[in-house]
Antibody
Framework: QVHLVQSGGGVVQPGGSLRLFCAASGFTFSSYDMYWVRQAPGKGLEWVAFIRYYETTKSYADSVKGRFTISRDNSKNTLYLQMNDLRAEDTAVYYC??????WGQGTLVTVSS | DIQMTQSPSSLSASVGDRVTVTCRASQDIRNDLAWYQQKPGKPPKRLMYATSTLQSGVPSRFSGSGSGTEFTLTIASLQPEDFATYYCLQHNTYPYNFGPGTKLEIK
């Protein structure tokens, strides 16, 4: 059975950093492109970042470019999102997703002083 | 970047109705469009991709059409479980972008 289990969310002050984790199981993680998608409270979906299955190709939404870094460790079946210089507008539930439309459970990131 | 718009932003309908949601792209995305359904407190669920290819397990009352810059999602006969918010996503060019969503409510 496929699982994407997320961790690493929480409350952080503006300008701070957080790292999100997405642990995959039940499918061949190293064969699939992976993504992060977020949703601010009461708002729509926002595509955040992408990483190719072989790691070297990445893309970011303009709103996070230069502040967020997506990465993966195929030996650990884990996807990461390093978030630096966080702003209030980054407050959202963050989802990892990929493969045949598998989704993590979501993790809340709150940026507040 | 490619921008996506959707209409209507909300829609009231009854069980059994046929409903259509429209999604427009700011530039040609060929047929590289997906549709997602989201219910409150849950992750989104992909209904179809490449405009009209149904995700496994999605009922055939859902269909998609279009190409280039204009696309539609049609639900042939609304069921109670279909009341949700629907989003389009262009998967032609990075960065991908979602539309702002269409909330489908019970009349």
């Amino acid at each position: 059975q496929v699982h994407l289990v997320q961790s690493g969310g929480g409350v952080v002050q503006p300008g701070g950093s957080l790292r999100l984790f997405c642990a995959a199981s039940g499918f061949t993680f190293s064969s699939y492109d992976m993504y992060w998608v977020r949703q601010a409270p009461g708002k729509g979906l926002e595509w955040v970042a992408f990483i190719r299955y072989y790691e070297t190709t990445k893309s970011y939404a303009d709103s996070v470019k230069g502040r967020f870094t997506i990465s993966r460790d195929n030996s650990k079946n884990t996807l990461y999102l390093q978030m630096n210089d966080l702003r209030a507008e980054d407050t959202a539930v963050y989802y990892c997703t990929g493969a045949d439309d598998y989704w993590g459970q979501g993790t809340l990131v709150t940026v507040s002083s | 970047d490619i921008q996506m718009t959707q209409s209507p932003s909300s829609l009231s309908a009854s069980v059994g109705d046929r409903v259509t949601v429209t999604c427009r792209a700011s530039q040609d995305i060929r047929n590289d469009l997906a549709w997602y359904q989201q219910k409150p407190g849950k992750p989104p669920k992909r209904l179809m991709y490449a405009t009209s290819t149904l995700q496994s397990g999605v009922p055939s009352r859902f269909s998609g059409s279009g190409s280039g810059t204009e696309f539609t999602l049609t639900i042939a006969s609304l069921q109670p479980e279909d009341f949700a918010t629907y989003y389009c996503l262009q998967h032609n060019t990075y960065p991908y972008n979602f539309g702002p969503g269409t909330k489908l409510e019970i009349k």
